[in-house]
């Protein structure tokens, strides 16, 4: 059987069965929870709704896009969806809103100024929103460590990246820079989390997208700080070479 997945024709294996009768299949509470969502989205996602959800992560309210991009991925690659999706479409709506979620605390912030972002952070409604000083603190901390690149680094990292917008509209970070690195580091986010939806439907097991987001999400960190303790070394070693020189 051959189905668009990624926006070509591929073979897939017949033993692959419809989204309700996969997810029927566990009685799991985590599996349990991602057929309701998979279930939920195969008689309802589309472009738009992928679109808005993202968009919705990007910004100030906590809404994981691991409940996003992974099952609507599930869903366009199983013969029997009938949402009509394929991934990279996926990938590049979802990347698109969560630019736009990004525009919105980026603009947010900047109007506003620091004092009324900290105040709103503290206050009940931003209490409920998942948001505290301290974590408004820690993402213009991490901002102002690491520049602008900070943008597009913070979207691979957990809670920083649905944050990091506030400091670049508090600090009026150029709007092409913000614009460029905030689309590249979703951009790859939104890859990986489409790999992950990928590799859970050739598993056929939703289950795979709950045990493996955390991890993902782990291993970038990890990677990051290797990436980050090698180019600091390198620098030191230069800096010894030339003192001996």
Wanted: some cysteine.
């Amino acid at each position: 059987m051959t189905v668009a997945c990624w926006g070509v024709s591929a073979q897939v294996p017949m033993e692959h069965q419809t989204i309700a009768e996969q997810v029927n299949g566990d009685d799991s509470t985590s599996t349990g929870f991602v057929a309701d969502v998979l279930t939920w989205y195969d008689a309802h996602m589309n472009y738009t709704t992928v679109g808005l959800l993202m968009a919705l992560e990007s910004s100030f309210i906590p809404f994981p896009s691991e409940v996003v991009v992974p099952p609507a991925v599930y869903v366009a690659c199983n013969p029997e969806s009938r949402s009509g999706m394929v991934v990279w479409l996926i990938v590049l709506i979802g990347t698109l809103g969560a630019l736009v979620g990004a525009y919105i605390n980026y603009f947010l912030s900047r109007w506003l100024g620091r004092p009324i972002v900290y105040a709103f952070a503290e206050c009940r409604v931003g209490r409920l929103l998942g948001l505290s000083k301290e974590k408004v603190q820690r993402a213009e901390t991490y901002f102002n460590d690491h520049g602008n690149l900070s943008t597009l680094v913070g979207r691979l990292i957990p809670v920083i990246r649905q944050l990091i917008s506030i400091p670049a509209g508090l600090s009026k970070m150029n709007l092409g820079m913000f614009t460029l690195f905030t689309f590249i580091g979703a951009g790859v986010w939104n890859t990986l989390l489409a790999v992950l939806g990928w590799l859970a439907y050739q598993a056929a097991d939703p289950s795979v997208i709950v045990k493996y987001s955390h991890q993902l999400s782990i291993g970038i960190v990890v990677l990051l700080a290797v990436v980050v303790v090698f180019v600091v070394l390198r620098a030191l070693r230069r800096k010894k070479l030339k003192s001996e020189n």
